[in-house]
């Protein structure tokens, strides 16, 4: 069975800080994967996408993947309290564009 | 606004009822999918199109549950005879070339 894994938190990091969000797919046929951001009770939000094996780079976040390790990460930089929310990671699963979604890590940005 | 949009926001129900949500998904996107997400929990796949044809429905979902596209734009989800466990959040989401998927704001059901 095709999964997407993240740890379920929280994450706890203090202002400033980076915040380091981690991700493993067991599908190796998975050829893009995204960062969603969802908070409470609203729907997810698209923060970033990756397709190539390195680091992409995007304002504050950086998604960086390795495909031999089926492992894929966002790093936030100078985390700010309005990035505490639920970071859900997904995997594509074919050629119709379906993701395979992990359960999200909670983050905790403190002031 | 040229984003997702679900109608209604917010659905309460009586057990046994019928329900239908709508989803109006970017213009230009030919795929569109619909998913469910309970509390603490990632989406959950129910179903995707592109364009007007329905190429997948996940196996999870019972008969109770139908969706269709009729002229590949607007997006129609009914849930019939209503549980309490079908009580969620139902997402849609809609995708073009590139593959990233928008999501719209949901409709949340509350099934009594």
């Known amino acids: 069975q095709k999964e997407v894994e993240q740890n379920s938190g929280p994450l706890s990091v203090p202002e400033g800080a980076i915040a380091s969000l981690n991700c493993t797919y067991s599908?190796?046929?998975?050829?893009?994967f995204f960062w969603y951001r969802q908070y409470s009770g609203k729907s997810p939000e698209l923060i970033m996408f990756?397709?190539s094996n390195g680091d992409k780079e995007d304002g504050r976040f950086t998604a960086q993947l390795n495909k031999a390790s089926q492992y894929v990460s966002l790093l936030i930089r100078d985390s700010q309290p309005s990035d505490s929310a639920t970071y859900l990671c997904?995997?594509?699963?074919?050629?119709?564009?379906?993701?395979?979604w992990g359960l999200g890590t909670s983050l905790a940005v403190n002031p | 606004d040229t984003g997702v949009s679900q109608n209604p926001r917010h659905k309460i129900t009586k057990r046994g009822q019928n329900v239908t949500f709508r989803c109006d998904p970017i213009?230009?996107?030919?795929?569109l999918y619909w998913y469910r997400q309970t509390l603490g929990q990632g989406p959950e796949f129910l179903t995707y199109?592109?364009?007007?044809?329905?190429?997948?429905k996940s196996r999870l979902l019972s008969d109770r549950f139908s969706a269709e596209r009729p002229k590949g734009s607007f997006s129609t989800l009914e849930i019939q005879r209503t549980e309490q466990g079908d009580s969620a959040m139902y997402l849609c989401?809609?995708?073009?070339?590139?593959?990233?998927?928008?999501f719209g704001p949901g409709t949340r059901l509350t099934v009594l």
């Open positions: 213009s230009e996107h030919n795929r």
């Open positions: 989401a809609s995708s073009g070339t590139g593959g990233e998927q928008f």
């Open positions: 990756i397709y």
């Open positions: 997904a995997a594509n699963a074919g050629n119709n564009r379906k993701l395979i």
């Open positions: 199109f592109q364009n007007e044809a329905q190429l997948e």
């Open positions: 599908d190796r046929g998975s050829q893009s």
